[in-house]
């Protein structure tokens, strides 16, 4: 373990060998109770891509299979944009 507060570094998806350090999710649990506190931990897991990721790494994916989901990934985040900038000039 290389960082201080004892997580263990992640693996970066093009270099298998390279590690990379991401900042630890933290949920403060107060007086509103240790549901919300899950609800919370869901939800910056989910905004943070850690499921998703998780799910891609459960499997080997081929090199021309990963090529593809990236194309339509970039293609998906071309449209986005696109669309928020013709939201913005009306």
Do not use: C, F, W
């Amino acid at each position: 373990m290389n960082n201080k507060e004892g997580v263990p570094p992640q693996t970066s998806v093009s270099n298998p060998g390279k590690t990379i350090e991401g900042r630890p999710l933290e949920v403060s649990v107060d007086d509103r109770g240790l549901d919300r506190a899950i609800r919370q931990l869901k939800r910056k897991i989910a905004t943070e891509g850690v499921t998703k990721e998780l799910k891609r790494r459960k499997h080997y994916e081929k090199p021309s299979v990963r090529k593809r989901r990236k194309s339509r990934e970039a293609e998906r985040r071309r449209r986005r944009k696109e669309r928020r900038a013709q939201m913005a000039q009306k």
